[in-house]
């Protein structure tokens, strides 16, 4: 699940721990951004994609279970201009769901430089991060969901909110997607989601982390710094059997302290049977916007945080950072903003 948290294991490895993951329409295509390795976790952190990692975006095609289509990215060993080499790969029908298939090799390129190859186009480097969030608000909700209390704003001032997250970066992944591709044409719904996984001395693959809706991390599991709870290994398709019913717990206990639900376990339900399974959905062709009464893709500008704090307290909330959303974000064109 995605995470920005300034923990000893993203410390150690943040090439591997999936930030962001983002869904908008592009021109005639359709724009999968995947953010990894945070400098939010120490200012030396490792640059980079890592070399025997895996980085995969996967579709599920008008409402399946499981995914039709894969999207892997490999890279190699940074050169001595801190470049990578990177392959792309699209993986379909059983495939796409199968850690051994290879899959058809469609693009290669390197870090830094635009790629083309069939109906798609990639970048991959290190850009200033979009995403914000005040993280002194962010722990007046965690408080609240953790404990099933009443969310206590006594410490924290709308007039004083900052984005925790400026000047901060990431390695970005952006793939462009043309309505050419069969299974990604105009009009096709699709739910979204992205991994990351790692060469094991077996010589299988393991899933380090996975992401679809964003916040769900600090929301639910901040206090979860190895990230070992089982949300984090397992597929979409049962996030509901295995996991609705903590979702569904930690919402009804928190909307019950506040009083903002006459049946708070409902509530807790339909707020667990929204989020898992776990993916971001999207109707081809159309505008993105996670927002308050729409939820179609996730654009670099949409304030996600505050959508999710009031989903899950069933009431409104005010961030205070409209102001923040980066000149990036705002005018976001492929390959976007990179950082210096």
Request: glycine share 10%; hydrophobic share 40%; aromatic share 10%.
């Amino acid at each position: 699940m995605s995470h920005h948290l300034d923990t000893p294991l993203a410390a150690q490895g943040g090439q591997l721990y999936i930030d962001d993951l983002y869904v908008f329409n592009g021109d005639r295509a359709t724009v999968f951004v995947m953010d990894v390795n945070s400098s939010v976790t120490k200012a030396d952190i490792k640059r980079g994609f890592h070399a025997e990692a895996r980085y995969e975006i996967k579709i599920h095609i008008n409402g399946t279970d499981v995914e039709d289509l894969t999207y892997r990215f490999a890279f190699g060993e940074p050169d001595s201009d801190a470049r990578q080499a990177l392959q792309l790969y699209e993986l379909t029908g059983a495939d796409a769901r199968d850690d051994a298939a290879m899959g058809t090799p469609i693009a290669e390129g390197r870090t830094g430089e635009v790629t083309t190859g069939g109906n798609v186009r990639i970048w991959a480097g290190r850009i200033t991060d979009p995403f914000f969030v005040d993280l002194d608000e962010l722990a007046t909700i965690n408080g609240a969901v953790k404990n099933g209390s009443p969310v206590d704003r006594s410490a924290w001032r709308v007039d004083q909110a900052k984005n925790s997250f400026a000047g901060t970066t990431v390695e970005s992944i952006v793939l462009e997607v043309s309505h050419d591709e069969p299974l990604l044409r105009d009009g096709t719904e699709i739910g979204v989601w992205c991994r990351t996984m790692l060469a094991t001395d077996a010589g299988g693959w393991r899933q380090i982390n996975r992401a679809g809706h964003p916040m769900m991390w600090p929301i639910f599991w901040p206090h979860d710094t190895d990230f070992s709870d089982p949300a984090n290994f397992r597929h979409p398709s049962t996030d509901l059997t295995e996991g609705g019913e903590e979702i569904a717990n930690a919402v009804a206990g928190v909307v019950k302290a506040n009083g903002t639900a006459p049946d708070p376990q409902a509530y807790g339900w339909s707020v667990a049977r929204q989020l898992y399974p776990d993916l971001l959905s999207y109707k081809v062709g159309t505008a993105a916007n996670f927002g308050f009464a729409v939820r179609n893709g996730r654009t670099l500008a949409d304030n996600v945080p505050e959508v999710m704090f009031s989903l899950v307290l069933n009431t409104g909330t005010t961030a205070g950072l409209t102001s923040e959303v980066t000149k990036a974000a705002r005018s976001a064109t492929f390959p976007y903003v990179v950082a210096a």
